[in-house]
Nanobody, 125 residues
Framework: VQLVESGGGLVQEGGSLRLSCLVSGYTWSAYCVAWFRQAPGKGRERVASIDSEKTIFYADSVQGRFTISQDSGKDTLYLQMNNLKPEDTAKYYC????????????????????WGQGTQVTVSP
């Protein structure tokens, strides 16, 4: 499975960005695709995810500001980020698991097998 992110950049506080992740090479009917982020000196945090059953997860810190979606062919994952804050500054990664992400389960980076190279998002005050 290959994942390629794009769309990061520098934006002022309150601005918006849309990240994209092109996903290819998987054949399983079940999956979960997620956006993680990692700020300097911190661990990798799951920001949002969507699975083959359309179960969607958002971290509390982004609920109401970020929206995860897929295109109709399910080969591109998006993360629309609105009302960005300086604390959203991080490197954002797209990740894929061949298993579904069930509601109420705290998945972390160890639950995802495939990763993109990441794209930097910087929010200035």
């Amino acid at each position: 499975v290959q994942l390629v992110e794009s769309g990061g950049g520098l934006v002022q506080e309150g601005g918006s960005l849309r990240l994209s992740c092109l996903v290819s090479g998987y054949t399983w009917s079940a999956y979960c695709v997620a956006w993680f982020r990692q700020a300097p000196g911190k661990g990798r945090e799951r920001v949002a995810s969507i699975d083959s059953e359309k179960t969607i997860f958002y971290a509390d810190s982004v609920q109401g500001r970020f929206t995860i979606s897929q295109d109709s062919g399910k080969d591109t994952l998006y993360l629309q980020m609105n009302n960005l804050k300086p604390e959203d500054t991080a490197k954002y990664y797209c990740a894929h698991s061949p298993l579904e992400c069930h509601s109420g389960v705290n998945y972390d980076e160890n639950d995802f097998r495939f990763w993109g190279q990441g794209t930097q998002v910087t929010v200035s005050p």
